[in-house]
C-alpha cells in the first residue's frame, strides 16, 4: 500500500476529494489531501512539501487544476514519490506559465470571468462557477463549492515553473472532456508531451471531474498506486 497525496487547485478547496478519498482507502492506502493557502503557486508548493515530510514510505502524488503546478514542482528530486497523476491539470515545463501553455488554444468563455479582489485574488460569481467549472455535479452541489472557493492570487497566471517531476517519475493523466476552465486540447497536449503511462478522457466530465467522475478519477490514481508497488 501507499499514500496518496491530493493537491487541489485554484478557486477550490480539499473538499474536492471527499468523492475519492473512500475509494482509495477502500483499496488500504493512506490519503491525504492539502488544503493549500492559494496566496502563490510557491506558497502552494511549500505547503505540499511539508505534507509530503510527513509521509513515511511511497507516496502518489495528485494534482487538479493549477495543482498540476504544484505537484510538478514539489515533487522534484522528492525520492519518495513514485508517481504523478494529472487531473484536469496544467502539466508544465519548466519555464512555462499558464499563460504560456494556453497561448496556442482558443481562449474558453471563463478565462474573461475571473474577477479580482481589492488584493487581486481571483474568484468565481457563484453563477459563473456553477455554469463553468460544476456544471455536471448537481446545481446545489455547485453552489456549495462556489461558496467555499479558495480565492487565489491572479499572479499565478504568470508564474513560470521551476524543474518538475514528470521528467522524473511515471505520470498518468485525465483528460475532462467537456472542461471549460482548462482546454482539453490543452490538457491532452499536456499529457501527450510528458509521455503519460496512461491517459484517460472522460466523456462529459467538467474541470470538476473528481466530484462528477470520483470512481472514474479514483481509478486512474488506483492503477497508478498498483503500478508503483509493483515496481
Keep these: 500500500m501507499v499514500n496518496i497525496l491530493l493537491v487541489h487547485g485554484a478557486i477550490a478547496d480539499g ?5 475519492v478519498i473512500p475509494l482509495l482507502e477502500a483499496a488500504g492506502h493512506t490519503v491525504v489531501a492539502v ?4 496566496t ?3 506558497d502552494d508548493i511549500a ?5 509530503l515530510a510527513t509521509l513515511n514510505g511511497p507516496v502518489v502524488i495528485v494534482g487538479h487544476s493549477f495543482g498540476g503546478y504544484v505537484i510538478s514542482n514539489a515533487a522534484y528530486n522528492e525520492p519518495n514519490v513514485v508517481a504523478l497523476v494529472y487531473v484536469a491539470a496544467f502539466g508544465p515545463d519548466e519555464g512555462e506559465s499558464a499563460l504560456d501553455l494556453g497561448k496556442n488554444f482558443t481562449p474558453l468563455p471563463s478565462n474573461q470571468l475571473f474577477k479580482p479582489d481589492s488584493a487581486g485574488r481571483v474568484t468565481l460569481s457563484q453563477p459563473d462557477f456553477v455554469k463553468y467549472f460544476a456544471p455536471d455535479v448537481g446545481a446545489e452541489k455547485a453552489r456549495i463549492m462556489a461558496a467555499v472557493q479558495g480565492p487565489s492570487d491572479g499572479a499565478r ?10 521528467k522524473q517519475k511515471p505520470s498518468w493523466y485525465i483528460v475532462a472532456e467537456h472542461d471549460q476552465i482548462i482546454q482539453p486540447e490543452l490538457e491532452l497536449w499536456c499529457a501527450e508531451r510528458m509521455k503519460a503511462k496512461k491517459i484517460v478522457k472522460v466523456p462529459g466530465a467538467s474541470h470538476a471531474v473528481m466530484v462528477s467522475h470520483p470512481k472514474e478519477v479514483a481509478n486512474v490514481i488506483l492503477e497508478a498506486a ?5 515496481q
Excluded at 15 to 19: F, I, K, M, N, R
Excluded at 47 to 51: C, F, L, R, W
Design 35 to 38: 488544503q493549500q493557502p492559494l
Design 157 to 166: 497566471f504568470g508564474w513560470k515553473s521551476g524543474p518538475v517531476a514528470w
Design 47 to 51: 505547503k505540499t512539501k511539508v505534507a
Design 15 to 19: 473538499s474536492s476529494w471527499a468523492g
Design 226 to 230: 498498483a503500478s508503483a508497488v509493483a
Design 40 to 42: 502563490s503557486i510557491p
